[in-house]
């Protein structure tokens, strides 16, 4: 049975787990949210939109001279990235591995992704069994931290993608290699 995250307090009194999400009034919720999510992506622009079980963040990095760090953890050129970076995504689903993250690439209108921009899906529900590394509990400070310490990853430290067609990497060699035979 899926248990529902919540993401924040709604008028004045928190909400505990178990409760139904039917019990909020989602203005002071979003406002909420907003304000911190606002601190967390910082060196962002960012569009968020909150959903009955997901939150939504489309996040942009126009201002940076690199495009984020999200590289091939396959490729033997990134190899030093790959030694260093806390956060792998699965290429093939988007998933970002032991988080309630999952992670899109933005494209143009040729469907190229774009080096820059990213979109993010943050689920509220969660099986009762889901732990964050080492065994943490979920709940609204430990997804705003892993939330946090993923962006940052991005813009400093790098994140792998590991296999699949579905998530690009837009750092590092972002073409696939020819064969060498």
Not at 13 to 38: C, D, H, L
Not at 94 to 100: E, K, M, R
Not at 103 to 114: F, I, K, T, V, Y
Request: glycine content about 8%; overall charge positive.
């Amino acid at each position: 049975m899926a248990r529902p995250l919540h993401f924040a307090k709604a008028s004045g009194v928190g909400i505990r787990p178990g409760t139904t999400t039917n019990q909020y009034t989602p203005a002071p919720i979003i406002k909420a949210i907003t304000s911190k999510i606002t601190r967390i992506v910082r060196g962002f622009e960012f569009r968020f939109e909150e959903e009955s079980r997901r939150v939504l963040l489309d996040l942009n990095a126009e201002g940076r001279d690199a495009p984020l760090l999200l590289f091939d953890a396959a490729d033997p050129a990134n190899l030093g990235w790959f030694s260093r970076c806390q956060f792998y995504v699965d290429g093939s689903s988007g998933a970002v591995l032991q988080t309630p993250i999952q992670l899109a690439n933005q494209r143009d209108r040729r469907g190229r992704a774009l080096p820059y921009s990213i979109r993010l899906q943050i689920n509220k529900e969660l099986p009762a069994s889901f732990r964050l590394p080492n065994k943490a509990a979920v709940s609204e400070q430990t997804v705003y931290s892993v939330l946090f310490n993923f962006l940052s990853a991005l813009l400093n430290t790098g994140v792998g993608v590991c296999g699949g067609p579905v998530v690009q990497p837009l750092a590092g060699r972002t073409q696939p290699q020819g064969n060498r035979n």
